[in-house]
């Protein structure tokens, strides 16, 4: 392992954490003050799991109208005016439960596609990670996909846009592999059919996730034929 304290300025050497005593370089009452903005760091990470944990759980359990925030602000042992630093209603705290996990199978969607070979497979091992992950929990999966059409307002609705727009973005890629390996046509902009494919993917997951038991290889199954059919129409013209 690298020597960190070989790459400080001689000012500010490290000292032995054993002996409390702060670097040289760094006042005492420097140490207390980030020591303090830490801790109060450390408590809101802490209050806002405690936030999350609570909404998951009664959202899960009571369903999302019966749950009511005055119940998840009790269960997450906060105030109810705490609870609203982190969410202005029960539609935020859907996302603020769901904006921390949606990038990490953002990530493993991609991983998936990239194993496979060819539009259509990558396609579909992609949209499998959501498709699988969502249906993990569908009570709440489905309260998320009811509730964010038109979410543009809200303490986690710029995060979850931003979400939104790299899901897009992963899916263009995935397009411009295909296009710079000829397997579609060159001539169409590889951001508008990454669009089309993620409303597409949105309308048939809806569609999915509304039936009584639905199986998420079924609802795989669906789309890949939905795709299939969108790619067939961007074969090179020969």
């Known amino acids: ?9 001689r000012s500010v050497k490290q000292v032995p954490a054993e002996t409390g005593t702060p670097p040289v370089g760094l006042r005492p009452a420097d140490a207390r003050v980030n020591g303090a903005v830490g801790l109060r760091e450390q408590k809101k990470l802490d209050k806002r799991q405690r936030i999350r944990s609570a909404a998951r759980e009664l959202f899960s359990k009571l369903g999302y109208e ?3 925030l005055r119940q998840i602000a009790r269960r997450a042992h906060v105030g109810l005016g705490t609870l609203f630093n982190y969410a202005d209603d029960k539609r935020d705290l859907i996302f603020l439960i769901m ?9 493993r969607a991609s991983n998936a596609a990239e194993a496979e070979r060819g539009l259509l497979g990558r396609l579909t091992a992609f949209f499998r990670v959501y498709y699988r992950e969502l249906g993990r929990e569908l009570t709440l999966s489905r309260i998320l996909l009811q509730e964010l059409t ?36 060159k001539d169409q902009d590889a951001a508008v059919i990454a669009q089309y494919v993620f409303f597409m993917y949105s309308t048939a997951i809806r569609w999915w996730i509304g039936r009584d038991n639905p199986e998420p290889e079924q609802g795989v199954a669906e789309l890949r034929r939905l795709l299939q059919m969108q790619i067939q129409g961007l074969l090179p013209q020969r």
């Open 1 to 9: 392992m690298p020597d960190v304290a070989r790459r400080l300025p």
């Open 66 to 68: 019966a749950a009511t």
């Open 99 to 107: 904006n921390e996990e949606l990038d990490a199978i953002a990530e």
């Open 150 to 185: 038109f979410y543009s307002h809200g303490k986690q609705a710029a995060e979850f846009q931003n979400h939104r727009h790299r899901l897009v973005g992963r899916l263009e890629l995935l397009v411009q592999q295909a296009q710079v390996a000829g397997e579609i046509r």
